[in-house]
């Protein structure tokens, strides 16, 4: 993603679209570290899941309900610009054994390189299904999962707003810790891709771009019923 100023975005047709720079076969410096660091986190996470530890299954109900902090890392394609942002989620699960599925709402904020004007916020809904792999124990649990959301592009620039519609696919795993017989941590992340849509400006309709994300996720699950 690449402002260079106000007036180059407003005032005239940008190619390539305004989230990227031409394509070239060096990375941008930034996005080379952005990419670096969410390397560093999918490895550190993998390493994680890698270790002998014992593990624990879903909550004890068939439902429940989780609330989680996120961080998202867009990198490479046409997303090169977009920091780091932080967020959120929530969403319903559904725990009939060792595979559950879960839908829900996230949303992150991010600023863009050189352009202390520019704001995107990421926002909408998913679907997330997750398999608990069993190795023994009422403690810990691994587990592996994809997800697939929809989601608005909102992209402010002073006090002119824009949006699109996007979508990710991603693939990853975490870990579940088990607090107590209704109560969950959830320490997961997931790499893959993500496309920002097509949206509407002043000066024209913009493909804002297609890249990689990383998803790294610190929440709290709650057993719901019996």
């Known amino acids: 993603m690449r402002?260079?100023?106000?007036?180059?975005f407003l005032g005239r047709v940008i190619v390539p679209p305004p989230f990227a720079t031409a394509s070239v076969s060096l990375m941008h410096p930034a996005s080379q570290l952005r990419f670096r660091r969410a390397v560093s986190v999918a490895v550190l996470l993998g390493g994680v899941l890698c270790l002998p530890v014992q593990g624990a299954g879903q909550t004890a109900q068939r439902f429940s309900v989780q609330l989680s902090g996120l961080g998202s890392a867009p990198f490479g394609?046409?997303?090169?610009?977009?920091?780091?942002?932080?967020g959120f989620e929530a969403q319903v699960r559904y725990n009939p054994g060792t595979f559950s599925i879960g839908?829900?709402?996230?949303?992150?904020?991010h600023n863009v390189e050189l352009t202390p004007d520019t704001t995107v916020t990421l926002a909408g809904g998913f679907v997330e299904p997750r398999y608990v792999i069993d190795v023994g124990s009422n403690r810990f649990a691994p587990y592996i999962s994809a997800r697939g959301a929809v989601s608005q592009t909102k992209v402010d620039i002073g006090t002119s707003t824009s949006t699109a519609t996007g979508y990710t696919l991603n693939g990853g795993g975490g870990?579940?810790?088990?607090?107590?017989?209704r109560a969950n941590i959830d320490l997961g992340a997931t790499l893959g891709f993500k496309d920002v849509g097509t949206a509407e400006f002043p000066t024209g309709t913009f493909d804002l771009g297609s890249g990689s994300n990383l998803i790294v996720r610190f929440g709290l699950a709650f057993g719901l019923g019996g």
């Open 175 to 181: 870990l579940l810790f088990v607090l107590g017989e």
């Open 3 to 8: 402002f260079l100023d106000r007036s180059t």
């Open 103 to 109: 839908a829900g709402f996230d949303m992150t904020f």
């Open 77 to 86: 394609g046409g997303l090169d610009g977009i920091d780091l942002g932080a």
